[in-house]
Each structure stands twice: as C-alpha cells, then as structure tokens.
C-alpha cells in the first residue's frame, strides 16, 4: 500500500501521505516532498526539442474553513530546459490583496538537479501597487510582490513556494478553486490537495482526468487529493475546439446556491440605490422631449453608456458594492456596476421596472458551481412584458436592444431588491445577423484615376468596431484640427474640452454658430445646448456632432433646436456647408 501510494502521490514516503490532513506547509519546508528526491527527476533537454522547461512538481495545498478563509500554497519546481525560458523564470511576482489577504513567499531558490544550491534567495525584493491602466481605468489596492533571481541558466532548477491566506472572504461561505492538470509543459509530478471540514459537501466537476482522486476523513477533516505523474505536453492543434477530451482540469466550490449570492449582493446594493433631487433633476433633463417610454429608455441609455466615463475604483468592498447614482453623477465616471446602478435607479424614477444582472465578462460560467468568483461583470434588464431586455452600460457603440458579442448565449443572474432572483440566459444574435457589406460604386478613367463612392454597411457582431469609430466623442488633437481647418474657410474659432469649459468660452466668445459634439463628458450636447440658449444665447445656430444618425436620433436633435445632425466621421466640407447654410 505505501508503495502504491508513492507512485500516485509521486513524493517521498511520509506520514502526513497517509493522514487525513493536508500537510502543514511553511516557510520551513513541506514535510511530505523531499527536495532531492524531486530533483532527480530532471529530464534529457534532448528529448524534448519543442520545450524551453518542464515541471518537475506542480503542487498545491488548500486548507479552507466553511466560513471561505483559509490558505492556498502553490508550489512549482521547474527546471531550465532552454535560454528562452530564462527570462520567464528569472523574473517572479505574485499578488494578493492586503486588506483581506495575507501573502508569504516560503522560499524561492535555484538549485542544480543535484541539490546543490546556484541561489539560496532572490536577490532583489520589491512590493508595489498594481498600475492603473490609462485606457480603462481601474484603480486596486492590490499589491505585488516582484522578485528577481540571479544564476538562473539552462540546465538549473528554479523552486518556489507561495502561500496566500484569506482572512476576511467578502462573501462568507463562498470559495471557488481551480486546477489544471495539463499545464502546457511536460510535468512529472502533478498533485493538488483540498482539506476541508468532514461536515463541507463541496461541488467537484472532474475534467478527462485520466486517473481518479482519493478521500480521506480523520476525526472533524476531510482531504482530497488528486495526483498523477508524467503528464505529457498537449500539443496544440490549429481550430481546435474549446470543449475537448484532452485538457485534464479539476474545479470546486462552496456549496452555495446562486439565490445566496443575489440576496448577498442586494443586501450590499441597496444602500447605495437611493437617488437623490440632484440626481432626478438630470434625468427629467435627459428624457425632455422624448415621446414614448422607449424614446425615454434610449435617452437614459445613451446618457449613461456615453456620458458617463468608464473608471473602475476596486478598492476592497467597492469591488463589489456600487457607488451611489449621486456619487457617479457628480464625479462623472463609474465601472459595470455603478453605471448599471444609474440606468437601473434612473428607470426606476420613470416607473420602469428595470434590474442589475450579474455575469462573466468573457462568458464561461458553470451554472452548476455557484461562486462570485466566477462573476466579474453588471449589466442591466429591462423589464418587456414578459420578457427581459438587456443591456450593456459599459458597452457605448452597442445599440439599445443588443449585447456585445461576448455576452450573447451567457449566464446571467438577475437581481431584484428584495434579494429574488433569476438564472437566465442571455439572448444571441443567430450566425446570420452577423455580416459585413462593402460596396465601392465609381469609374476608371483612362489615367487610371478611380472616382466613386464606398459604402460598409455592418450588423450584429461585426457592427460593433465600426460603431466604435463614430460614437467617440473627440479627443483634443481631433477638435484642434476640426477648429484649424474651419479656420482655413474664414471662420473665427474657440474650443472646449466639455460642457462647463464650453459654457464660459461662450460668454466671452459670443458665438454665431456652435458646434457641438453630443457625447461630451459630464454634460451631453444637448443639455450643454439648452444652457447655451438660457444664457443669452438663443440667436446662435447649432450643429449636432454624433455617432447616431437614425431616424429618432435626428428627430431629437431637432427637437432638442439644433439646426444640423452630423453623423461622424464628418467631412470637413460637409461640415463647412452645414454652417454656411446657418448663415444664410
């Protein structure tokens, strides 16, 4: 029995092999794997030419509590086939988030597959915030901790030790843990371990595991452990299907249900769903002049997919709890849920029933392992009869009534205040909505000049990055050459970034005719159009500047009293004409 059970769990002999808990690792060691027994394992480079490293172990160890805390240790030792394979591994880091997390590198050391140690520690150690990216903002309080080795070179031994441990879950009772078996390298000893309580039933979905996991109960304890050897590199194959025989993979969860995150998550939204005078004020202003309940859905949905500006503050809770409808009106920005939150609490206000829906953001959700792990996105559902409409906030160039391409067929769970909820999923667009026309009509002369016109006409998935060019309101360098070349036609011209800056270049500028882009930030043109007629300036004409050129789009600009609707991109000429026609 013990020698079987060596070449499952492919570590030296140990009693900790043999009890029913995980073995106790810390920064002195892991009592169950003897290092130089793993070494050996050290593979011909020769007999894998199409491999810059191989994994000697990969193993992890999670201890969890019924409550979500509890500690995960992933330990890897790699061994340098190839130069390629340097610069991945002499560069380490690893992240975690101190307000709820604790991180404990064990060790991190380069050795010879004879044991004999290259670099005993890193040398050099540095924890840092995670940067906000510039183009989507997203503000964390994660931290990482970057480390550097030195003597790592082909022919040595990189071995690591990490431990993470969750100290406050900020859903009690919920944890979600994943495992791949196939890793994408040749690996000879794979092990993963999960002790929980004897009392926890967890939810395990089994991927083409090619060898079966084993259970052991002790007293209050329960272990799994799944352990395999000589796992060969998958080769990837072009076109390849993403549901396969052949990726070994394990996953578990809590045994939650998906009604225990929706009442989790109304109980941490409703606080922050209450709209405020200020906040109602806008959306009268948003949907004045609209005629139906669907113009004035449109209306909301335009102002918050557009104007309000995509920035994410994941500080602890505020990851998952959104902020107030009045706090994303006066900042001017918010992320999935705030925005979702605005359009929700705005169609509320105009008594239309209206639900956050949460969801992954790439799709992929097993239904059947309930987890907030697994959830990482908000939109909103609207309610239509009997049926729901959904929509993206985040997602400006898609229409009312569409969702991005990533969305469509996905899980959904929709969210009521009272903590009800609904698994749904989400509607798609069959393969034959999907199509792109280019049509190009004109003349060859024979100079071999071409003069005609062209035309792409997108629907469904395809239309998104064309609708993405126009809808964009533009940037400072796009309105200085707009200003410029205006100038070359004789027109005297001031710019403004936004709606207030616009507001007090007006008073002093006094302008004949304004040009205003409706996607402005923190006021839309046309309410930036109203206050330009209240402040004396009812004589000056104005040209609607927007991505939206159908029918009720033109109807509102009129109504709205703007002499022109544009439609980007604009041709400088087009625009010229439409403002000699404002003189005339």
């Known amino acids: 029995m013990l020698r079987r059970l060596s070449a499952l769990a492919l570590l030296a002999a140990g009693p900790s092999l043999l009890s029913a808990q995980a073995p106790r690792i810390s920064q002195l060691g892991d009592p169950s794997v003897r290092p130089d027994s793993i070494y050996k394992l050290a593979v011909d480079p020769a007999k894998y030419p199409e491999q810059d490293a191989a994994f000697l172990l990969d193993d992890g160890v999670l201890r969890l509590e019924a409550d979500g805390r509890g500690t995960r ?39 010879r597959p004879d044991g004999s ?76 371990v999960i002790d929980l309580p004897a009392t926890l039933a967890p939810r395990i979905t089994e991927r083409n595991l090619t060898f079966k996991r084993t259970e052991r109960v002790a007293g209050t304890r329960r272990v799994y452990t799944w352990a395999t050897s000589d796992i ?21 969860s809590s045994p939650i249900e998906w009604s225990d995150i929706a009442k989790w998550y109304a109980a941490l939204a409703k606080p922050n769903t209450v709209m405020s005078p200020f906040v109602a004020a806008r959306v009268d202003s ?15 949905h335009k102002w918050v997919s557009q104007d309000v500006r995509y920035v994410s503050i994941d500080l602890g809770m505020a990851g998952y709890q959104p902020h107030t409808p009045d706090h994303v009106l006066h900042t001017g920005f918010g992320d999935c849920k705030d925005k979702a939150t605005l359009f929700v609490a705005a169609l509320g206000k105009l008594g239309i ?70 698994v749904v999923t989400l509607p798609s667009v069959p393969p034959s909505g999907n199509h792109s026309l280019m049509r190009f009509t ?80 923190a006021m839309d043109g046309y309410e930036l159009a109203r206050r330009l007629r209240d402040s004396g300036l009812g004589q000056c004409r104005m040209i609607a500047l927007t991505g939206y050129g159908e029918t009720q ?31 005339a």
């Open 73 to 111: 240790t992933y330990r890897q030792i790699v061994q340098i086939l190839r130069q390629s394979a340097v610069e991945r591994y002499q560069e380490q880091s690893f992240s975690w988030s101190p307000a709820h997390e604790r991180l404990i590198v064990n060790w991190i050391r380069v050795v």
């Open 117 to 192: 140690v290259v670099s005993a520690k890193p040398a050099h150690v540095q924890d840092s915030d995670v940067p906000a990216s510039t183009d989507d903002p997203m503000y964390s309080d994660r931290r990482v901790r970057r480390l550097s080795l030195s003597g790592v070179a082909p022919g040595t031994i990189v071995d690591y030790s990490v431990t993470t441990e969750e100290l406050k879950p900020f859903m009690p009772r919920d944890w979600f843990a994943t495992w791949s078996v196939s890793t994408g390298l040749q690996v000879a000893r794979s092990r993963y």
């Open 232 to 252: 060969a590199k998958v080769k990837p194959e072009p076109l390849a299907a993403d549901s396969n025989d052949v990726y070994q993979s394990v996953l578990v």
């Open 286 to 300: 948003v949907v004045r002049g609209a005629h139906t309940r669907l113009d004035s859905i449109r209306a909301v």
């Open 353 to 422: 029933e209206a639900y956050p829906v949460l969801l992954n953001s790439t799709g992929g959700v097993r239904r059947d392992m309930p987890s907030i792990h697994q959830l990482d996105h908000e939109i909103a559902a609207v309610r239509e009869g009997n049926r729901w409409q959904f929509v993206d906030l985040t997602a400006g160039a898609t229409p009312y009534g569409e969702l991005p391409i990533d969305e469509q067929g996905e899980f959904g769970l929709v969210v009521k205040p009272d903590g009800a909820s609904e």
């Open 442 to 521: 004109g003349t060859l002369d024979s100079t071999g000049v071409v003069a005609g016109r062209f035309e792409e006409t997108r629907t469904g998935a395809a239309q998104s990055s064309l609708r993405s060019l126009l809808f964009d309101p533009l940037d400072s360098l796009q309105r200085r050459k707009m200003a410029d070349a205006l100038a070359s036609f004789g027109y005297e011209t001031a710019v403004a970034n936004d709606g207030p800056s616009a507001l007090a270049a007006a008073e002093q500028f006094r302008p004949d005719v304004a040009v205003l882009d409706i996607g402005l930030p």
């Open 553 to 583: 789009d033109r109807a509102r600009s009129e109504q709205a009293g703007f002499a022109a609707h544009l439609v980007k991109p604009v041709d400088i000429e087009r625009l010229a004409e439409a403002l000699a026609e404002c003189e």
